[in-house]
């Protein structure tokens, strides 16, 4: 059951947090944390150069880092990242020894990470149901033979977005090398939608804002981005804005602190007072997938009072009237049904809109993890171009995206979309014929485990199994695989999944010395908004069996591939600045003298053509368009099913259960939790703490349920009930996700409470 620790003036029995983000709370947490994980000195010398010029990169969020850091660039959950990386806790042979998989696999995810990093190369014992100890050569000899085995086209490489650039490179130039384009990245989870939708829309796949406009925007929309959680340094420039006048308004079903409140750990005046910035003006608790309704109701008040850039319009954009036409005809009575929100209230947000030169818009899982997904993003960015708001300083769109080299992974080839990726050039600098068929997203290598089509799945990094929809389905289909890889620094579920052939690799994390033949190795990411940036690991590894990533990439790589003279596996990895000047000649536009360029202060910028209003789309303009309805959901609350949104807590990251608390939500001791309003609950007959079990109301004939949740009356919309990411994920139909991208509908699943 869970502790209730804050109270709110409406109703004193729904959980809430009302002390603002950051604050006093935030650095209890990174104690809490430092103490578990039994830290060194070191540790807290190696956060104070976290994101700084000559410091690693955190490996949580993606946001941007300043050219001027703070003190600290770091926020608590950044510090819990690198905390958890460089505990002092072994997960060794001798452990493994001592636990059977069949074992381990009843075990919670947080205690499987919590064991400690890896130690050893390790391969999968089918007579003893054990991982056992092995060495590189005989890891990479074994996987190379396997690989050499197999139709290249049934197996896939999945990267989670955390592996630098370097590694990214190598990664899909060895499955290119190997013969496929089966290259989904975390991002195919995540912000795909993106890249799809904002593609077609201004013709650039990623987010057109730096941090300068944040200097000099007097409104920002957030749409469903969990800022104090998910990317906390965030928090600083809005709050800079906010003393500079700026206005935010937040879309969010769940009233989220970070967008409430803002207490900065780094101003002793407002840690000694308690008294935080105020961030949103106005706050709307939206339904699910209500974004479309909401944005058009916006758009359709724009209209009728004439707050309409139409020069703008006139010289950037196509398919304009169409928008009209249709926004035109919309009715309040289905934008309110839609969005759940009042007419009063969007003509509020219409007439700060269009009082204000100057407006980015903000988003994150709110509105990509849907159905209609890439519809919502298409109505933002209407929104945006119905002022003129893309291509000028202070405005823009600007997804928050996860992973902190997630965008960046893409950007160097990480792509199932041949057509992203400079096939041609690739071609020629390592004289070999590409394919060209499109490969596997996320929900297609899913599709495939499940019946029998892939054969073998590398994975660099993640916890895949644990991640995707549908995961119970698929649970039992891992053991049919061949060959199973799993690159990764701690143990996670995934790894427990064992086919006939299972290797366990551990790599080096961030922030550890990564010393190779020419010295010390920097490696590279890319931010969010879209600047690189160099990062130097300098903690001694965990284990002294530990290989770099690309190490590891070049290792099976080698063994898998027939000599070629053009690609020198040892020569890159010896000296990272080759691999680098191989980016720069795949990318000669975006990464010209890289290797001169990485330690800039603040990241180097690649460049938007959207920013600069060269509109790379199919019609050489910024596509207006006009969504197929008014909700992103596939399908509707009402008659007993619920819309059922998948949640990160305050001290998760991702898959990676730090701890069992989610402070800024007052929700504290217990993940298997079911949040529904108090008007819900009545309606459902439930009471709080009650034990109940959800089950899909998706009618496809395939059974879904999850039992053993307590319900917890929470300040939700009606309609719509909330869950904890993985807990929930067998809720989540595979063939249910964004119809142009394929990114899973994490937050709009159909479900029904059974008591
Ligand atoms: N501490 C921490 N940091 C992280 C991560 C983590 O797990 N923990 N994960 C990283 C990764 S990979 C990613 S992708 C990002 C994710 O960061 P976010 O993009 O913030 O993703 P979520 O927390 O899944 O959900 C965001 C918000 O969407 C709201 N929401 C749900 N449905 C809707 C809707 O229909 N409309 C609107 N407007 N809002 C909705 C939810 O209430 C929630 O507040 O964070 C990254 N950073
Ligand atoms: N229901 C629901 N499901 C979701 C989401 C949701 O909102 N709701 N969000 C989706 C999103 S946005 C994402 S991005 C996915 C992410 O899902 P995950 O695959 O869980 O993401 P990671 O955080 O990359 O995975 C953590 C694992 O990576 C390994 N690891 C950590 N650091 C390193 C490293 O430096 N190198 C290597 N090689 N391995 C490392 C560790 O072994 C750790 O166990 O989940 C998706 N699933
Ligand atoms: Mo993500």
Not at 72 to 89: H, V, Y
């Amino acid at each position: 059951m869970c502790d209730v620790t804050g109270e709110r003036d409406q109703d004193p029995a729904t959980p809430f947090y009302d002390h603002p983000t950051g604050g006093w709370g935030s650095l209890k947490g990174v104690l809490r944390q430092a103490t578990k994980s039994r830290i060194r000195l070191g540790t807290l010398e190696t956060l104070r150069r976290q994101n700084k010029p000559g410091g690693h990169m955190c490996t949580s969020c993606a946001w941007a880092k300043p050219p001027s850091p703070h003190l600290a660039e770091f926020c608590e959950n950044g510090a819990k990242a690198t905390i958890w990386d460089l505990t002092r806790d072994r997960c060794t042979p001798d452990f493994f020894a001592r636990h059977t998989v069949t074992e381990l696999r009843s075990w919670p995810d947080h205690d499987l990470e919590a064991v400690g990093r890896l130690t050893h190369p390790m391969r999968y014992d089918a007579g003893s149901d054990r991982y056992v100890e092995t060495t590189w050569p005989e890891a990479f000899a074994a996987i190379g033979a396997s690989l050499r085995g197999m139709d290249p086209k049934t197996t896939v490489f999945y990267a989670s977005g955390r592996a630098s650039l370097e590694t990214s490179y190598l990664y899909q130039l060895f499955a290119r090398l190997y013969g496929h384009n089966n290259l989904p990245d975390s991002s195919n989870m995540c912000h795909e939608t993106t890249s799809v939708a904002l593609k077609q829309k201004i013709g650039a796949p990623v987010g057109t804002c730096v941090l300068e406009d944040f200097e000099h925007c007097d409104l920002m929309l957030f749409f469903g981005q969990n800022t104090g959680s998910n990317s906390p340094r965030f928090l600083h420039p809005i709050q800079q804005a906010k003393r500079r006048g700026c206005k935010i308004v937040t879309f969010n079903p769940i009233r989220e602190r970070g967008l409430v409140e803002f207490m900065n750990p780094q101003s002793p005046t407002e840690m000694l007072t308690g008294r935080g910035t105020p961030i949103s003006d106005i706050y709307l608790q939206l339904r699910p997938g209500g974004d479309i309704a909401a944005i058009a109701g916006i758009c359709k008040h724009l209209f009728d009072h004439g707050d309409v850039d139409r020069g703008f319009i006139a010289q950037h954009c196509h398919d304009f009237d169409a928008f009209e036409t249709w926004t035109r005809a919309q009715s309040w009575e289905g934008i309110e049904t839609a969005s759940g929100l009042s007419q009063g209230d969007l003509a509020e947000v219409a007439g700060l809109f269009a009082a204000s030169k100057r407006v980015i818009g903000v988003y994150g899982m709110g509105l990509t993890q849907h159905v209609h997904g890439g519809d919502s993003i298409g109505m933002l960015v209407n929104l945006l171009l119905m002022g003129g708001h893309i291509g000028r300083p202070g405005t823009g769109i600007c997804p928050v995206r996860g992973h902190s080299n997630v965008q960046g992974q893409r950007t160097v080839g990480i792509s199932e979309k041949p057509e992203l990726v400079p096939l041609d050039k690739l071609a020629q600098m390592f004289d070999f014929d590409p394919p060209r068929d499109t490969g596997m997203t996320t929900v297609e290598a899913v599709q495939g485990v499940i019946d029998g089509s892939v054969k073998g799945f590398v994975s660099l990094g993640g916890n895949f199994a644990r991640a995707i929809p549908d995961l119970a389905r698929a649970e039992p289909c891992w053991a049919g695989l061949d060959l199973n890889v799993q690159i990764a620094t701690k143990l996670n579920r995934s790894h427990l999944l064992v086919g006939k052939g299972a290797w366990l690799l551990p790599c080096l994390v961030r922030a550890e010395r990564d010393g190779q033949k020419s010295g010390p190795q920097a490696v590279s990411m890319e931010d969010s908004l879209s600047h690189i940036h160099g990062s130097l690991g300098r903690r001694p590894p965990a284990s002294r069996h530990l290989l770099s990533e690309p190490a590891i990439v070049a290792g099976i790589a080698k063994a898998t591939l027939p000599p070629n003279p053009r690609v020198r596996w040892d020569e890159w990895v010896a000296d990272y600045g080759r691999i680098r000047d191989l980016i720069a000649e795949t990318y000669p536009d975006q990464f010209a003298d890289f290797n001169d360029r990485l330690f800039q202060a603040g990241g180097f910028y690649r460049g938007n053509s959207a920013r600069r209003r060269d509109w790379q789309t199919e019609s050489g303009k910024a596509e207006f368009t006009v969504p197929p309805g008014l909700s992103a959901l596939g399908v509707m609350p009402g008659d007993g099913v619920h819309t059922l949104v998948t949640l990160r807590s305050n001290d998760q990251f991702n898959t990676t259960i730090y701890d069992y608390h989610d402070r800024l939500r007052g929700l504290e001791g217990d993940r298997m939790i079911v949040l529904i309003s108090r008007a819900g609950m009545a309606r459902a007959g439930l009471s709080e703490g009650q034990r109940v079990t959800l089950v899909s109301a998706v009618a496809d004939g395939i059974p879904r349920r999850v039992e053993g949740f307590t319900v917890t009356p929470y300040d939700l919309p009606d309609g719509c009930v909330a869950a904890y990411y993985p807990e929930a994920n067998p809720l989540v139909p595979l063939d249910h996700h964004d119809i142009a991208s394929k990114t899973p509908a994490y937050k709009g699943a159909p479900v029904r409470i059974e008591t």
